[in-house]
């Protein structure tokens, strides 16, 4: 069971996931002490492995950087759930093994501190505090195959050792 962290707000952008002043490393234990630091001090303080961070829309808007998501990552975040992301920052995540979620109205379903489990094949959100299940759109067989090997670079290195 995961805890949400919501964040009522649109537009969370690359800057405010990782700040440009931490892009000299590409150590995710290391970003993720600085993640998401200039939208809430607070915020590595009270992450557990497993949570969830839940925004708005255009979350990962601004510049392409890996760092965005490797600091998510390194802060064992269990998925980011937000009403649209930035095409590349999806993409990023992606490749880098992470999973997000696209869901409408996100802000509406799930308050924050809720509990909630996630089947991601099946597409199922429980939010356990509110007793509720919420349908997404699970990603395809192909993503899955990605996040679940690793990454794609990982995926593309198990591939090559099976064919």
């Known amino acids: 069971m995961a805890k949400a962290h919501v964040y009522k707000r649109d537009h969370i952008n690359t800057d405010e996931i990782i700040p440009a002043r931490y892009l000299n490393n590409d150590d995710e ?10 939208l809430d001090t607070n915020f590595v303080k009270k992450i557990k492995p497993g949570d969830i961070i839940v925004a708005g829309d255009d979350f ?3 510049s392409s950087r890996e760092h965005a998501v490797w600091s998510i990552r390194g802060a064992k975040v269990g998925c ?5 992301f930035a095409r ?5 995540a992606i490749d880098c093994g992470f999973y997000v979620i696209e869901l409408a109205d996100a802000l509406k379903k799930i308050n924050d501190g809720d ?18 299940e919420i349908k997404f759109n699970a990603l395809p067989d192909f993503a899955l195959e990605i996040i679940g090997n690793g990454g794609l670079l990982e995926h593309i290195k198990k591939k090559a050792t099976t064919d």
């Open 29 to 38: 234990a290391e970003l993720a002490t600085h993640c998401m630091e200039d």
């Open 60 to 62: 990962g808007c601004g």
């Open 80 to 84: 980011v759930i937000a009403q649209s």
């Open 88 to 92: 590349i920052f999806y993409r990023n």
């Open 115 to 132: 509990e909630i489990d996630i089947d991601f094949a099946k597409g199922v959100i429980n939010n356990r505090t509110q007793k509720t």
